[in-house]
C-alpha cells in the first residue's frame, strides 16, 4: 500500500507516476493497526472467538484468490476444494507420516497445491467458461475419488492428524490462528502485488479485452495460469491449516463443494474484480453465518438467494457499488501520471491538438 | 532485400464462404502501402490472419522473412507486428496511461519503470497526454482511436497495420492524423493502411493495393490505382464523380 | 399518412452517439435508399427500425401508430422484417428450413417458398443445403427470401451488395421490382450508390450521423451526392 | 462372461446418462448457458414423484407425466422469470447464477426431505429380468431406461428437425440476433428450451427414483456425469450425447469389472479427462467450436 513514486526526466520532460494518494498513507496507517490487532488478538480474545477467527481468515484468503482469478484472469473455478482437500491430506501425509512439525508441513501443502494445479490448467484451459468451472468440479472430483479409495489414507473414514492433536492446545490453536492470519496476509499482499506488477496489467487487460491485450503482446495462457497455481498453491495451503484447527480430515468434508459454495456467495456479494470486495464479503458472509447459522439449512438458502440477487441485479457486488460512487479504493491499483514539465515538440503538438479539439 | 511482410497463398472461409481466397501480398520495409476494396472484401479479415486473431485455414504469413504463420498473437506482437482494431477496443477499466503500459510492457517487454519515458513520450505524440489519467472506456471516439494508435506503437512495431483508423472523425481530425502516421513512416515504420477515406491514403501511402472478393484485384501507384476504372466499379459500384 | 415516420431519433451505443436527431418519411410503395461513407449511421438507423436498438430520444411511427418500444418480433407481426448486413442465414439449417423460419410470425401474404424460389431460381436445387455451404450471392439471396417469407409490407435492406459480384448485384435489384408489385416498400442501406440510385425513388445522404442531404435521385446533382457522401 | 454382463449393464447405464445429458446440452445448445443447477434439478422430479405417491399410493410410473408436466411450469418460470436476465451477460454470470441455484434447490430439499436415502417403490419391476445365460441377465428397468432415453432422444431430433418450433429452437441457436429479426421471441424460445429440458430430465429423475435410492446430495454427480456424456460425445449432437452417456456407462462398469467396485467412478472420470485431452471437441462433433 506505499505510495510507489517514481520521478524521471530525460531531455526537460518530467514527470511522475503515483499510485496511492494522501487518503491511502491514512489508510495504510488504520490498516496496521488491524494488522496489530488481529495479530495479538490470541493473547487477549478468548479461546473461542480466536477459533472462529481461524475460519474468518482461511474464508478470506480462498476468496482472494478466488477472487484473482475469476475477477481478471476470466477463470470461473468451482472445483478449489480439490486442491483443500489435497492440501488437508498432504499436512495429515507430511505431519504424521513424515513426521514434519505440521506448522512446517503447511508449507509442504503450498508446493502440492501448486504442482496439481499445472497439469490440472493443461486440461481444463481447453474448456470455456461455464464448462471449464465444470470441467475443474470433475478435477476435484478425481482428486477426492483417489485419496477416498487408498486404505492408507483411511480410505472414506478419515485420518486423525495426531501430530497436530498430540501438541498442546493452546499452542496448536494460537499458531493455527496465526498461520490463517498469515495466509490471509500473503493472499491479500500477493494478489495486491501482482496487480501493481507488469502481470497485473496483463490482468486488467485480459480482464477488459484479452484479444486486444494479446494483439498487446499479453501472454494470454501464461497470465491465466500464474492466477491458478497462485490459487491452487493458496488452497491447499489453508486446506492444511484447517486439518490442524479441526485434527480431523475426511474426504467428504475436505473435498466439500460448499467450500467453493462459499467462495462464490463471498465474492460475488461483495464484488468481484477488486481486493476489497471479498473482504466486506467475509464479513458479510460471518455476520450471517452467526445469525442464522443454528436454522440450518436456511442459511444456505439465504445465502444462495442473496448471491442470485447481486448476480442479476448488481453485478458488480457491493464494493463495486461503492467504488463506483465513490472512486475510492482501500487498495489503489490505478497508476496516475503526471507530467510536469514538456519539450518543445510535445508542446506544439499540444497546441495543435488544441486547436483541432477547440 | 527481405520484405518487412509478406502474405503467401492465404486462404481463410467463415462457413461455407471463402473470404480469402489465395492472397499474396507483400510489403517492403519501410513502405507506406494502403489497402482498399469494398466493405465485406475480406481486408480485416486479413489483418486478423496476419496478427493471428483468426488462424489460417491455408498459406503462409512472412514476417520479415520468417515464417510466423504458427506463433501465437502475443508472439507476433512481440516479433514487431503492431495493429489497431476497426472498432476501437481500449481496455475500458484502465486509465490511458496504463493502456499504453500494457503495449510497453508487453508487447516490447520492457521493465515498468523503464517503460514510463517512452509510454510519455508516444503519449505525447499521439495527443494523448492531457487524458493520461482519465478511464479508457469514457473516451471519445477520437480519443479511442488516438489510443489505439498509442497502444499499438507501444509495443514497438516495425510494421504497423491501421484498421479504418480515420473512419468516423472529422476532417480536422483526419488531417491530423495523417501528419502523426507521417512521422511514424519517418522513423522507419513499415505502414500498411486499410482505409475507405481516400483523400487520407493518398495523402500519405506510397503504394496501392485492391481488395476484392478475398483476391488482389491490383495494386501500384496510389493514384493511378485510384483513378482507373476497374477500381472505382469495384469500390462504389461505378462511376461517380 | 406515411408508412414509417422517424422523428428526430437519437440513438447511442451506450456512451457513443450515434444517430442525431434524425428525421425521414418512408412513403408506401417507395424504395427509400439510404446512402453514406462507413459509419455514418445508416444501419444504425435501421436497426432502430427493426428494434435492435432503442432511441434515446425521438419516436417512431408504423402505419401511424408508434413502436419505439415494441420488441423486433412484434414488428416482424406488423410488417417489418430485415435483411441484416452480412445475411446472417441460419448457417446450420437448410435453405428450406430458413425459409420456414422466416414465415415464423405466419403473416398472411403472398409470399411462399415456392414463390421465392420463383423469384431466385438458384435457391432452388439448393433446397436440402445447409445455408454454411452457400456462397456469398446464394446466402444473399436466402436472407432475401427469409425476410420476404414474413410477407412484410416494410422491407429494410442493410448493405445488400456488400462483397459481391456485379452480377448477383444486378440480380438482386432486378428482384426489387417484384417485391415493390408484392406490395413491398423497400428501405435500402447502401455503399454502392451506383446501383441503388437507379432504382430509388427517395434518397438520403448520412453524414456523422446525421441526415445531410435529401431528395429524389433526380433532383440531386452527383456533385452534391458525392460531397454528402464525402463530407467535403 | 463376467465383462460381457458388465459391458452390457455398462451401455444400459450409458442411455440413462444420456437422459440427464441431453438436457443440459440442449440448454447449452440454445443459449449458452451452462446450467450448474441442472444436477440438481434432475433430482427435483424423484421428490415430486415421492410426495405424489405418499399422497395417492399410485405406481411411480403414473407420476412421470405429471411430474414432466410440472418440470416443464418450472423450468419455464425459471428461465422466464430469472434465468434470462443473464444469458445475454456472458457465461460466468450465468454459472454463478446457477450455481447459486443449485445451493438453493440442494438446501431447500434437505430441509423439506431431510439427507435421508428414499426410493420410489415400483412393486416387483425392479428385480424381475430376462435371463439370456448362466452369467448375463438384463433388468428390465435398465432396459426400459435405455429405451426410453433412445425414445426421448430420437423424439428430440424430430422435434428439433420436423417442427417450427424445433426449428426455432436451432436458429436462436445459430443466430439469435438474427431469430428475433425473423420475428422470434427469443425469450420465450430460451423459456421453451429450459422446460423441454427439464421434461426430460424428468423422465430421467423419477426413472432414477425407482432404480436406486437417492437424496438431496446426487446433484452433483448427476451434473458432472451429464457434462462428461455431453463432452465425450461432442456438443450439439444427439446421437454423440447417447454415445457420450454409453462411454461413460462402460467405463464405469468395466472399470469396476477390472479395478473393482470402488474405482468405478473413477475409471469413467478418467476416461472423460483423457478424451478431453486428446480430442477436446468431443467425438461426434463436426467442427471445433471456437
Known sequence: MKAATSATASGDRQFSVHVASRVNQVVLGVGIIIVVFFILFPFFGGTPMTRRLVDFLSLLALSQLWNLMLGYAGLISVGQQGYIGMGAYTLWLFADVLHVHPFVGVIFAAFVGAIIALPSAALVFKLKGGYLAIGTWVLAEVLKTVVANIKQTGGGSGVTVVAARDMEVSVRIQGTYWWALGATLIAIVVTYLLLRSRTGLALKAIRDNDLAAESCGVNLWRTRLYTFVIAGAGCALVGAISAIHVLFVQPAAAFNINWTAYLVFITVIGGVGTIEGPIIGTIIYFVLRETTAKYGEWYFIVLGLLAIVVTVWSPRGIYGYIAQKTNFYVFPLQRKLRIVGRTAASQEIAAEGGEVAG | MTKALETQGLRKSFGGVLVIDDLSISVDQGEALGIVGPNGAGKTTWFNLITGAVHADGGKVLFQGKDITGLSRHERCRQGIGRTFQIPKPFSGMTVFENVLVGATHGRRMRERASYGHCVEILEMTGLHDKVNVLAGSLTLLDRKRLELARALATDPSVLLLDEIAGGLTEAEVQELIEEIRKLQATGITIVWIEHIVHALLALVNRITVIQFGRKLCEGDPREVMSSQEVQACYMGGTLA | MSLLEIEAANVYYEDFQALYDVSLKVEEGEIFACIGANGAGKSTMLKTVSGVLVPRRGRLLFDGKPIDHMAPYRR?????????????????????????????????????????????????????????GLSGGEQQALAIGRSLMSNPRLILMDEVSLGLAPVVIKRIYEAFKTLLDSGCTILVVEQDVQHVLTVATHVACFLEGRIALQGTPRDLTNDQITAAYFGV | ??????????????????????????????????????????????????????????????????????????????????????????????????????????????????????????????????????????????????????????????????????????????????????????????????????????????????????????????????????????????????????????????????????????????VFLIILALRPQGLLAKTVTS
Not at chain 4, 27 to 51: C, E, K, Q, S
Not at chain 4, 152 to 158: A, M
Not at chain 4, 246 to 264: D, E, K, M, N, V
Request: charged share 10%; net charge positive.
Open chain 4, 1 to 270: 462372461m463376467d465383462w460381457l454382463n458388465q459391458g452390457v449393464q455398462g451401455i444400459l447405464l450409458g442411455g440413462h446418462f444420456a437422459l440427464f445429458a441431453v438436457g443440459l446440452a440442449l440448454v447449452f445448445g440454445t443459449m449458452r448457458l451452462v446450467n450448474l443447477a441442472h444436477g440438481d434439478l434432475t433430482i427435483v422430479p424423484a421428490y415430486v414423484a415421492l410426495l405424489m405417491i405418499n399422497a395417492i399410493h399410485f405406481s411411480p410410473f403414473y407420476s412421470i407425466p405429471i411430474t414432466m408436466a410440472i418440470m416443464f411450469v418450472v423450468g419455464y418460470l425459471l428461465q422466464r422469470g430469472l434465468l434470462n436476465r443473464v444469458v445475454q451477460s456472458g457465461d460466468v454470470v450465468g454459472v454463478i447464477l446457477t450455481f447459486g441455484i443449485s445451493i438453493v434447490i440442494q438446501n431447500a430439499l434437505l430441509l423439506g426431505f431431510t439427507a435421508d436415502n428414499e426410493r420410489l417403490k415400483a412393486g416387483t419391476i425392479d428385480s424381475l429380468s430376462i435371463r439370456i445365460n448362466e452369467n448375463l441377465a438384463i433388468g428390465w428397468l435398465p432396459l426400459i431406461i435405455f429405451l426410453v432415453a433412445l425414445v426421448v432422444i430420437i423424439g428430440l431430433q424430430l422435434f428439433l428437425n420436423r417442427t417450427k418450433m424445433g426449428r426455432a429452437f436451432r436458429a436462436v441457436s445459430d443466430d439469435q440476433e438474427a431469430a428475433r429479426l425473423m420475428g422470434i421471441n427469443t425469450k420465450h424460445i430460451w423459456a421453451m428450451a429450459m422446460g423441454v429440458a427439464l421434461v426430460i430430465v424428468a423422465i430421467g429423475g423419477v426413472m432414477r427414483g425407482i432404480r436406486t435410492t437417492f437424496d438431496p446430495s446426487f446433484g452433483s454427480l448427476s451434473l458432472i456425469y451429464a457434462f462428461e456424456a455431453v463432452i465425450i460425445g461432442g456438443m450439439g449432437s444427439g446421437w454423440g450425447t447417447l454415445l457420450g452417456g454409453i462411454i461413460l456407462g462402460l467405463s464405469q462398469t468395466l472399470g469396476a469389472r477390472a479395478f473393482g467396485p470402488p474405482w468405478s467412478i473413477l475409471t469413467g472420470h478418467v
Open chain 3, 76 to 132: 416482424v407481426e406488423l410488417g417489418i422484417s430485415m435483411v441484416p448486413e452480412g445475411r446472417r442465414v441460419f448457417p446450420s439449417l437448410t435453405v428450406h428450413e430458413n425459409l420456414l423460419v422466416g414465415a415464423y410470425r405466419g403473416r398472411p401474404g403472398p409470399w411462399t417458398a415456392d414463390g421465392v424460389y420463383d423469384l431466385f431460381p438458384l435457391l432452388q436445387p439448393l433446397k436440402k443445403r445447409q445455408a454454411s
